[in-house]
Each structure stands twice: as C-alpha cells, then as structure tokens.
C-alpha cells in the first residue's frame, strides 16, 4: 500500500493555523484567552493547557465536491492547548477541548451546523522547525489538498474529504521553512479511521433535509 503524500491535513478546527496553508498566527493565547502574549507556536506554557488565540476561530476555505467549502466556527470554541519543550529541542503541542463547526457549500448554500470536532490533536515539532510528527482523533474533518494527497487517501480507502468520530490518523511531514506555511513531503503512519463519511455526500444529505422541511 502506498502512504507517500505531499500533505497530510488533519483536524481542521485544531490544525488551521498549522495545515490548511493558512499562515499561523503571529501570537498565542492566554488562560484568558485571545490576548497577544507571544509568539505562535510557544514554546512551553509550564504544563499548563491554556486557551488559544481568537484568531485561531478565523474562518477558511477549502476545494472539494468541485467547489468551494467555507468552514466557520461554530458555538463551541473551548480550544486549549499545551506546548512543552522536550531536552532534544523537540517542540510538543497538544490540543483538546470543545469545538463545533459550521460548512457552507458554494455552489448550492448547503450547509451543516455544529459539527462536532473535538477529537485531541498533538503536534511534535523538531527543532530545526523543518518537520514534525502530527496526530488526530476523531471526531475530525480531514480534507486533501491537492491531487497526490487524495491518491494517499484513496489508497487507504478514505473519501477526499471526510469527517469521523472514531479512530486516529497520524503521519510525519517536511515543511519548505520554519513558517511550516508549505508542506513538500509527508507519509501517512497510522490510520485506524472507522466510518469515514464523505463531507460531499453529507452536504447532500443536508440540502436534501432542508428542501424536505419547506
């Protein structure tokens, strides 16, 4: 089976600043949340998980179902995370807590609210800053971004973009530069996914609800 991808996208609500190709933001969050105290990622918070950035919420797009989905946050934004440096000058980034989205289809306004996307997420950054390790639970949205990354997915039985409440998708990658705003080589490592649902076919399934009810 081949793993090889270029890009390896994992939950998109925890890792937006960090995969989507979305510059990550320029400062960190405090216990109190949305305050500019640092720099993005930090570099240690003294064991603490302590509350992202606003910014962090942003909205985004991204191409699938032969448009464009627009990805906003939802009501549910109780994102903390922890950073800690490790003595090889590895740095460790978890995230967890509460998360909703909301995806709007362009081409025909189909939407889905309040998706839950909750699932833990952990980042190892080495200390060039020039590759990590990245891993994600369910429930996650996952989407490719380009045509060797949905080869990767389709090798491993996974729709392009997909969302799921069970299971772990993990995998390393290599960035052209320490603003990891661009990813040159990855591989996927570890896919325990179960009941991927197609993001397309669930945007289906909603405008098909929402004409049901007129």
Not at 169 to 177: D, E, M, P, T
Request: with cysteine.
């Amino acid at each position: 089976m081949n793993r090889k991808m270029r890009n390896l996208c994992l939950p998109a609500a925890l890792s937006l600043a960090l995969l989507t190709g979305v510059s990550a933001p320029a400062f960190a969050g405090s216990d109190g949340g949305g305050s500019a105290v640092g720099p993005w990622p930090p570099e240690d918070t003294d064991g603490k998980y302590v509350s992202v950035p606003d910014a962090y919420y942003a909205d985004y797009e991204f191409e699938a179902c032969d448009t464009t989905i627009k990805v906003s946050a939802g009501d549910e934004r109780e994102v903390t995370y922890k950073g800690e440096k490790k003595d090889d000058g590895t740095l460790v980034i978890k995230y967890r807590g509460d998360a909703t989205i909301d995806l709007t289809r362009a081409s025909d306004g189909a939407t889905i609210d309040e998706l839950d996307v909750s699932g833990p997420f952990t980042m190892r950054l080495a200390e060039d800053g020039l590759s990590a390790h990245l891993s994600g639970r369910g429930p996650a949205l996952i989407y490719a971004m380009g045509a060797a990354e949905e080869k990767a997915f389709e090798d491993e039985g996974l729709p392009k973009a997909f969302y799921f409440t069970e299971g772990r998708l993990a995998g390393n990658v290599v960035y052209a530069s320490t603003d990891q705003k661009e990813v040159v080589s990855g591989e996927i490592t570890h896919n325990s996914v179960r009941h991927a649902k197609d993001i397309c076919k669930m945007l289906d399934r909603a405008k098909d609800d929402d004409h049901g009810h007129r």
